[in-house]
């Protein structure tokens, strides 16, 4: 059974899915320009107008479309979550793998390393991150990725300990198959269904870092949409124009429960007994 059908079998996994999706397709229609509207376009004769009529979602403070502003701040926040994930990820699954292979002083040395990132809350950490650095889309890329590392490190090391022992590590050793075959294709392949459950999870709370980020100044500088900066201008006219924080709260919220759902019913997928259930 494929992985399609499995999550179009799983409940939760099939409403994941279709979120995701549309708000897939919002971001790359928003990061090719194909808004409504100009997201960075003032139209003073038109602040503050409530949703309907040319403007789906209303405007904001300087008579931006928001629905056009959203579409971008969808396709930013969803770079900043694919390529910090992705490079944590990468980092994670190579000390991960390495550490448990080589163990001794060098297993000792990035776990203990890891353990100290750990025990930073993770919002903290990555504004500790953007303060040594300065505020921008690339630093919150390396901040929320320096976060998560430690996530996949753990996950990668933990099944590697278990898999390097097992004989067809052992034959492969025997057959005289190198270090980085032994790494790639035993234990890396042996590794894709977790890594992948942890690759959806983590994505749904680097989209909320990322707005967190953002929100406080941090991330995407203006006049670049984002979800987190269209939040913080809404701070002051929640009773004059409610439009303004309910649509990036609710954009925020869907996305974040997307990938959560996805997650699960992924996690549910790679266990042998969930996966019964669904055939």
């Known amino acids: 059974m494929s992985v399609l059908s499995a999550l179009m079998r799983h409940s939760a ?29 003032q139209d003073r004769l038109a602040r503050l107008q409530p949703p309907g009529g040319a403007y789906l979602m ?23 979550a694919l390529l910090s994930v992705g490079l944590a990820t990468l980092v994670g699954t190579i000390l991960g793998l390495t550490a448990a292979w080589f163990g001794g002083l060098w297993d000792g040395v990035a776990m203990r390393t890891m353990d100290v990132l750990l025990a930073f809350p993770a919002i903290l950490l990555a504004l500790l991150i953007v303060a040594i650095l300065e505020a921008g ?35 492969a050793r025997t057959f005289g198959s190198s270090r980085l075959y032994i790494l790639s294709r035993h234990l890396l392949g042996n590794l894709v269904a977790p890594l992948t459950v942890q690759v959806t999870l983590a994505l749904a709370w680097a989209l909320l870092t990322e707005a967190a980020l ?33 649509f990036p709260a609710a954009v925020i919220m869907l996305a ?3 990938f959560n759902l996805l997650g699960d019913a992924l996690r549910d997928i790679a266990d042998p007994k969930s996966r019964r259930a669904l055939t």
């Not at 209303?58 to 900043?80: A, E, H, N």
């Not at 630093?139 to 004989?167: C, E, H, M």
């Not at 002051?236 to 439009?243: D, G, I, K, T, V």
Request: charged residues 10%.
């Open 13 to 41: 996994g099939r409403i994941g899915l279709v979120i995701i999706v549309i708000f897939t397709i919002a971001a790359i229609l928003g990061l090719l320009g194909l808004t409504p509207h100009d997201p960075l376009a």
């Open 58 to 80: 209303g405007t904001d403070l300087f008579g931006r479309d928001i629905l056009s502003r959203l579409m971008v701040g969808i396709g930013q926040s969803f770079v900043v």
């Open 137 to 171: 889309m690339t630093t919150s890329i390396i901040a929320i990725a320096v976060v998560y590392t430690p996530i996949f490190t753990r996950v990668a090391r933990g099944p590697a300990l278990s898999l390097k022992t097992r004989s067809f590590v052992d034959a």
């Open 214 to 246: 953002s929100f406080l100044g941090l991330g995407t500088q203006p006049p670049n949409p984002s979800l987190g900066l269209m939040l913080s201008d809404s701070r002051n006219l929640m009773e004059m124009a409610p439009w303004m924080l309910i």
């Open 256 to 258: 974040v429960l997307g």
